[in-house]
């Protein structure tokens, strides 16, 4: 679409604030032969979005980036050379787009951060950096969108190492994307799921609609790692999503089973340099299988795609704001709050 104008969001001073997300008028991408032009419809916001505009997002961001990561979209060109996708193909984009299977390497091809992501009209990807919806998918943009980041992550840390089995004991903490997505994951799986939150309120929600096992509401009970023992008769979970950091990661040993697998993923809690602890030693004390887990590759976000469209998950989509410089703003303000119950959206267009 040579000099077809877009609308396209850039933060235009990183660690400012949201109010620097700033909307320009550019030109649609061109492709090459081997890329495809999408046109975006729905983008999911994680906490990583949210970091970015504040400056506390630990790894390296590109000046003046369009930010975020998952998209949902529906592809309008394909390149000559492109084999497996069609105009009109629904596809999600692969937060990393070098890593296609086993471990990232770097964190530098990741959207929205290093390098441009999909805050925008139109997004060019190279085939290899999209994964087409397949065949049953019922699910809306929004909740294809909030596969990209959180699904691939939780899938890394459920199956990512030593797999997830049915009757395993999973633990998530607060309620936001990442934990939502993991709690619909391992219900589906077969799991007994807790989950940790700041409010009943949210607890209770979480329970109706996605069927946790137990809630433990963390103000409450700033022993929760104490309650978790009590709710497996002090076996422990055998899984944890451990999306605070050097703040939770004690508790998050005491709360694991022997053997446990602890997976690293957020930093959501922070502690003062002398109240950190000493997780290499803790790990030791439970033969506990503390391990980083860097968002996941494109096989890792087929597969979790194909497990959600198969087993008919629609991933928790709390609030879907209009793609505009207010409802963009909004949006990025109801994230930050933390209000939210899973994924906050921004609709690009029907
Ligand atoms: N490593 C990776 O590849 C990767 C991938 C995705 C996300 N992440 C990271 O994982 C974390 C979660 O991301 P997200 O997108 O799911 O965030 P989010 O949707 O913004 O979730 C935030 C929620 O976490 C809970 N929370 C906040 N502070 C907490 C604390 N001190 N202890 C326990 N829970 C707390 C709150 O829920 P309640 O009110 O219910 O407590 C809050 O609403 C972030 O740090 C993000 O950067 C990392």
Redesign the pocket.
């Known amino acids: 679409m040579p000099g077809k104008q877009q609308t396209t969001f850039r933060l235009s001073e990183k660690g400012a604030s949201i109010k620097a997300l700033k909307s320009q008028k550019e030109n649609v991408g061109e492709i090459d032969k081997y890329e495809v032009l999408i046109k975006v419809k729905s983008v999911a ?4 979005d ?2 970015i505009t504040t400056g506390v ?1 630990p790894f390296p961001v590109k000046k003046n980036v369009v930010p975020c990561s998952d998209m949902c979209g529906e592809i309008v060109q394909v390149g000559s050379e492109v084999k497996d996708l069609k105009k009109g193909d629904k596809v999600i984009s692969n937060f990393m787009q070098n890593t296609l299977y086993g471990p990232c390497t770097d964190w530098h091809s990741g959207l929205g951060g290093p390098q441009d992501g999909v805050l925008q009209e139109y997004v060019v990807l190279p085939e290899q950096g999209v994964v087409k919806l397949p065949e049953g998918d019922k699910m809306t943009n929004a909740e294809a969108a909030s596969l990209v ?2 699904g691939v ?1 939780v899938w ?1 840390a459920l199956y990512g190492n030593m797999p997830l089995k049915p009757g395993h004991t999973v633990l998530m ?7 939502i997505t993991a709690l619909q994951v391992a219900h589906a799986a077969g799991c007994k799921t807790i989950i ?4 009943d309120e ?1 607890l209770k929600t979480v329970k109706e609609k996605y069927g946790v096992t137990h809630g433990i509401n ?1 103000k409450k009970f700033p022993k929760w790692d104490e309650e978790v023992l009590k709710l497996t008769n002090g076996h422990g979970a055998d899984f944890i999503i451990e ?3 050097i ?2 990661i004690e508790q998050s040993v005491n709360a694991g089973a022997y053997g446990a697998i602890i997976s ?6 922070n502690v003062p340099p002398e109240k950190r602890p000493d997780v290499a030693a803790l790990a030791l004390s439970k033969g506990a299988n503390v391990r ?5 590759s494109r096989q890792q976000l087929e597969e979790v795609t194909r497990f959600a469209v198969v087993n008919d998950i629609h991933l928790a989509v709390d609030k879907e704001f209009p793609f505009s410089d207010s409802g963009v703003i909004q949006a990025y303000e109801h ?1 930050a709050k ?7 959206c921004i609709k690009v267009c029907d």
Do not use: D, E, P, W
């Not at 940790?196 to 409010?199: A, L, M, R």
């Not at 980083?292 to 996941?296: A, F, I, R």
């Not at 933390?338 to 906050?344: A, E, M, S, Y």
């Open positions: 916001l994680n906490y990583r949210y970091a997002y980041c959180t992550t890394n903490l607060g309620t936001g994307g990442v934990s940790t939150s700041s409010s949210k963390y999306t605070g950091g703040g939770t690293v993923i957020g930093f959501l809690a980083g887990v860097m968002v996941g994230l933390q209000g939210h119950i899973g994924k906050v």
